[in-house]
């Protein structure tokens, strides 16, 4: 007997349902949504600064990242996007979008006609209440990464990412926050935490060295936990994972 396959936008409702219980009404709607799939090879755009996107992006499989380009090259990264993130949600409002999404690995994505998110929110409260939700908590995580860029040092920048990382794994099933692969080159972390690629490497060497971490090529584990914490001085309350409380009746 062959596996039943689960539809293409199940991870899109197991996202929203960690803001928001859906009802089955709710969640034959999302699945029922129009979509356009594509297979994304690594470091294309999903969305260029400047574009009026026609359509929103689901993330479907694989990993995506926001950034904006400055007038001198440079880049900032300012969020990494997995499994069943709406990576431009905004977009479904907002007519340009202000900055750029690009695939870090190969990706699975879905494209929804803007028009299609409007409707299914107003038409839906409790799947427009989730997306309200969703970008609530995506503007907390945007404000933890400034501060961490502005205010920590080099070893609790990295540490902090690094904790991030592997709690949002866990929350989506795709890992364990002690084991789990980091799907960013050197070079990227760099543009995500304001450093230098060489600085990257030799704080990545010093968190070894002090027993927090261990690397086999992009695979992490953590050692300690605690002290990786502590180093980072991390407090997940920004991720909103445990705020049943925040959800209203």
Known sequence: MQPTVPPVLTPLVKKLQLWRPLGQAEQQAILALPHKLEEVLPNKYLVREGDQPSHSCVLLEGFAFRHKVLVDGSRSISAVHMKGDAVDLQNSLLGTADHSVQTLTRATVAFIPREEIQ???FEFPLIGMAMWYDTLVDGSIFREWIANVARRDAAGRLAHLLCEFGLRLEAIELGDRLSYELPMTQEQL?????????????????????GLIARAKKFVAVADWKRLEDVGGFNDNYLHLRDEKSLLP
């Open 119 to 121: 409707r299914i929110a």
């Open 190 to 210: 760099a543009d995500a935490t304001g450093m230098t690629s060489v600085h990257v490497n030799r704080t990545l060497m010093d968190l070894e060295t002090r």
